[in-house]
């Protein structure tokens, strides 16, 4: 028999009990809930972290704004857009499809760099609502989530939304630092390129300018006094100077003209042996000219290139080897084939060239550094530097070689191209 | 002898017109294509035509072709090296030499003389025979020698070669040679003539590499030397 006191407290124990369960179910779910919170969070931050990494490895954040999109209208299940200002001074980029009134909600979004629609302060009667892409003191753009209504999103996902936006802003606004920081040296570079190069051609013009202003000016002064030699004499100063001031304009503005985006060749077939046989009439007529001798391998293809180029560049080359090599010593000018390519090679028994010098002897414009040097470095001015631009204009390249015994090799490469066929019929 | 200097550029204008008067010239002077082609129906006879590209008002094509059209006064272009292409467009459209800025007067006159002495030939040339350098070329015979000994031509080379005679002393530009050579379809076939060309310098030169005979007009075409 059931003692009464027990029955007597059973409807107690059951209560008891009721109440028992269902503390231990509301504690159960709030664990359970604070899991799913805790997982939804963690969550959140590791997309957060994800996206954060690649940004900052982004070369162009701007091309991965439709993944930001994705993210946005994951989280609310609406379709998303966006509107991006990488540059400065440069036009919006539009993504996605807002419509003419979410396009200007997303430029005041932007313009004001603050969040705007429902579940925000401003402008909460809005249908859509407008984040923007915050960088440091600005926004670089806004997103917009459409057809949100009157509902609201959760907060957390709210800062989760606005926390991708901000690491897309930051991101962009890196890039738009980067961007002017590289213009602005740029510009710099050009303005002192420039500078260097007038200071340069003003300095070469100066030195035959002065002979000729001296000749010139004897034979008019003291023209009567002076014997008929000595007036032969001046005259022919003025010439050769106005030859070297011909030789410095011809190269300086082809220099201008290579540098000059899009240039377009006037190519040909053209026979080594001819440019050089041309080449060495020119020189001849130097007095120190007869110096140079030439060598050309026989049965050469022909060679598709700018004849007229091809003669500036090869006058220059014999023009320096002439110049800095002792005036006894031969100058060598020999073609030959290897390879796929066609060497144009003259070679000088000179000083040759310090190896720190190497290089730089093809930059135009470098005299303003050669003050450390003891031994004044051959290319005054532009010389090499219009060589090596005809060369690359032929997709060629110009190199200089240190000779076994002493001199220098400037060997300029020119692919070849498969020749054209020859008339069959005609003998 | 009556010239015409067409020239924009007053100091260079008064300096030529100096020294081709003291060489004894009759030179008049023109600043623009206007003022040329004026003086061209007004003036009567001329000898020759010394004409500068770069003009204020047009690339002196027109007044090539209104030279040509009655009579065949020699006409020298005076270029600058920007208008590259438009020396080359006014020696294939029938200029008979050129001439690069800056010149000396020597390289002027003689220019002068060569163009001088073909005045009025192109139907009948006046020079049909060749001298200079052991070379000789005698176009009615159809004989070339060299130091003496015959020389053999194919048909080609002959007439590539005849060609370059008629004109001797003067450059021949690339299409043109094509289309008096190999005719009018030709005229983008350069290594045509690379070929060529180079076979006669074998066979005619000295020194085939570095020819003092067939001479190269790089990016313009082939001037055989003045004869002498």
């Given at each position: 028999m059931v003692p009464r006191p027990l029955v007597q407290f059973l409807p107690w124990i059951a209560t008891g009990a009721l109440m028992a369960l269902a503390w231990a179910g509301w504690k159960l779910r709030l664990a359970w809930e604070g899991l799913r919170a805790a997982q939804r969070a963690a969550r959140l931050e590791r997309a957060l972290r994800e996206f954060g990494d690649q940004m900052r490895d982004a070369d162009r954040p701007e091309a991965h704004a439709h993944e930001l999109l994705q993210a946005l209208s994951g989280l609310a299940g609406l379709p998303a857009a966006a509107l991006l200002r990488p540059a400065c001074g440069e036009p919006d980029i539009v993504l996605g499809e807002p419509d003419a009134n979410a396009l200007a909600g997303l430029q005041l979004c932007a313009d004001k760099c603050r969040a705007l629609g429902p579940?925000?302060?401003?402008?909460?009667?809005?249908p859509d609502l407008y984040l923007p892409l915050r960088g440091r003191d600005t926004a670089l753009g806004a997103v917009t989530l459409l057809g949100l209504g009157t509902a609201t999103l959760a907060p957390d996902f709210l800062a989760h939304a606005q926390a991708l936006c901000d690491q897309m802003g930051l991101a962009l606004q890196h890039r738009r630092v980067q961007e002017e920081a590289r213009r602005a040296g740029e510009l710099a570079e050009t303005q002192s390129t420039r500078n260097a190069m007038l200071a340069s051609i003003a300095h070469d013009y100066r030195t035959p300018l002065a002979t000729i202003m001296g000749s010139a000016s004897a034979l008019q002064t003291q023209g009567e006094r002076l014997t008929h030699a000595q007036r032969q004499e001046l005259a022919g100063r003025i010439l050769d100077e106005t030859a070297r001031l011909v030789r410095l304009t011809d190269n300086t503005l082809q220099l201008a003209r290579l540098g000059a985006p899009g240039v377009a060749l006037s190519s040909d077939w053209e026979s080594a042996e001819e440019i050089v046989g041309a080449a060495l009439r020119r020189v001849?007529?130097?007095?120190?000219?007869?110096r140079v001798k030439a060598r050309i391998e026989p049965q050469l293809p022909l060679l598709w290139c700018d004849a007229a180029l091809m003669s500036q560049l090869l006058d220059n080359l014999v023009d320096n080897a002439l110049k800095y090599s002792p005036a006894e010593a031969p100058v060598e000018l020999v073609v030959r084939r290897v390879g796929g390519q066609a060497l144009f090679a003259v070679r000088d028994r000179g000083a040759g060239i310090a190896p720190a010098w190497r290089r730089r002897v093809f930059d135009a414009f470098q005299r303003g550094d050669l003050a450390a040097f003891s031994q004044r470095p051959v290319g005054s001015g532009v010389g090499l530097a219009v060589c090596r631009a005809i060369a690359q204009a032929h997709s060629g390249s110009l190199s200089l070689r240190p000779r076994g015994h002493g001199g220098c090799s400037f060997e300029f490469r020119l692919p070849l191209r498969a020749a054209p066929e020859l008339p069959v019929a005609a003998p | 002898m009556k010239l015409l200097l067409v020239e924009d550029d007053r100091e260079l204008r008064v300096t030529l017109r100096e020294a081709l008067t003291v060489e004894g010239y009759e030179v008049l002077a023109a600043a623009s294509l206007a003022d040329a082609m004026a003086q061209l129906t007004h003036?009567?006879?001329?000898?020759a035509v010394l004409l500068d590209l770069g003009l204020p008002d047009g690339d002196g094509e027109e007044l090539l072709q209104a030279l040509r059209r009655e009579r065949s006064t020699p006409l020298i272009v005076i270029s600058a090296r920007q208008v590259e292409g438009q020396k080359i467009r006014l020696l294939d459209a029938g200029a008979d030499d050129y001439l690069v800025k800056p010149f000396g007067i020597g390289e002027l006159l003689a220019r002068l003389r060569v163009a001088l002495r073909h005045r009025?030939?192109?139907?009948?040339?006046?020079?049909?025979q060749y001298r200079r350098a052991g070379l000789e070329v005698d176009l009615q015979a159809h004989r070339v020698r060299r130091d003496g000994a015959d020389v053999r031509l194919t048909p080609t080379e002959f007439k590539l070669l005849a060609r370059l005679v008629r004109q001797a002393g003067q450059v021949v530009t690339h299409r043109r040679l094509l289309a008096d050579v190999w005719g009018a379809d030709a005229t983008e076939q350069t290594h045509y003539l690379r070929l060529y060309m180079g076979q006669l310098r074998a066979k005619l030169e000295a020194d085939p590499g570095e020819p003092?005979?067939?001479?190269t007009e790089p990016g313009v075409g082939y001037r055989i030397a003045e004869p002498g």
């Open positions: 579940g925000t302060d401003y402008h909460a009667g809005e001849r007529r130097r007095p120190d000219g007869q | 003036a009567g006879h001329l000898d009025g030939t192109v139907a009948q040339p006046a020079v049909t003092c005979v067939l001479l």
